[in-house]
């Protein structure tokens, strides 16, 4: 699928899609702003996408909300992620979570797949024992082996639990919440943990032509950001959009309408949130060198 990949495993499944905001035709799933699957894509970014994206950085998604009560402020820090695909650490009064796909159990009982396939075992600060994946195959995992809580798929998960009267200086999302009434005092100012989440789902509508792999058909991958103090993607409603998202792949960015919302606050937008790759799938030409290069994904 897409130029010079070629495998007989699916990771993707195609549906008949209809550009609506309303509910589409029996059999179809809706697409376009305000839906699951918001923008088109071509063939060669949804290759890209579900059979060459390796790991990925989330960045940026700042944005200011308040009420008559509280006054939000959200932030990111834009430090280096862990190593590790699954990490959960206990950083001062800060509980921080960045956990990747990709990532194996390694109380798996097919030690023999994890040996050939994974990197050596590594202790998560908090939650276990676990392997990263170092080859392509690592996207099709045995049924024994256990994956990590992102699984054998390309979802992103960071952030913090917990709060404090001092912001984390660690990698990962976070808020300051004011309290703006008289009583008890004014003006208190308290951090909290946040959480920013991304799911390419392996899911694709395809419009214009009876086969996603005609020319003519318009692809539509489903896309999800999540942030726990508020919500910005396509699943959440059809109103119009308050900025957009970027998805930065090797030589282009998509860009997805967002809609930031919360009962009872008006949420404005500072900063785009940004999802990043940082490493590519090389696999192999016939005489096993790379076809891709894995730091910029570009084709060599």
């Known amino acids: 699928m897409g130029k010079n990949i070629h495998t007989i495993d699916s990771r993707v ?6 550009v609506t905001t309303g509910d589409p035709d029996v059999g179809k799933v809706a697409c376009g702003p305000g839906t699951a699957h918001p923008v088109p894509a071509t063939l060669d970014q949804i290759a890209e996408i579900f059979y060459r994206v390796r790991d990925t950085k989330i960045s940026g998604g700042g944005y200011t909300m308040g009420n008559d ?10 430090g280096s992620p862990p190593s590790n695909n699954y990490h959960i650490e206990q950083s001062g009064d800060w509980l921080q979570h960045v956990i990747r796909g990709y990532s194996f159990g390694a109380e798996s009982p097919n030690e023999g797949w994890l040996k050939h396939h994974c990197d050596p075992v590594y202790t998560s600060p908090i939650g276990g024992d676990f392997h990263d994946a170092k080859d392509e195959f690592c996207m099709w995992p045995d049924d024994d082996v256990y994956t990590g809580s992102m699984g054998a798929n390309h979802e992103i998960l960071t952030g913090y639990s917990g709060g404090s009267v001092s912001a984390p200086s660690v990698y990962g999302p976070y808020y300051k919440r004011t309290w703006l009434r008289p009583d008890p005092t004014p003006d208190v100012v308290t951090y909290y943990g946040d959480r920013s989440t991304f799911v390419f789902y392996p ?16 692809l539509y991958p489903r896309i999800f950001w999540g942030n726990n103090t508020w919500f910005f993607g396509s699943e959440f409603g059809s109103e119009a959009s308050t900025g957009s998202a970027e998805i930065v792949l090797s030589s282009s960015t998509l860009l997805i309408p967002i809609r930031a919302s919360r009962s009872g606050y008006t949420v404005n937008m500072t900063s785009s949130p940004k999802l990043t790759v940082t490493k590519w799938w090389p696999y192999a030409k016939p005489d096993g060198s790379p076809v891709w290069d894995a730091e910029t994904g570009l084709s060599l």
């Open 69 to 78: 009560f509280y006054e939000y402020e959200g932030m990111f820090n834009n």
């Open 13 to 18: 499944t195609y549906r008949k899609g209809q």
């Open 203 to 218: 899911q694709v509508a395809f419009t214009g032509a009876a086969s996603p792999f005609d020319p003519a058909a318009t």
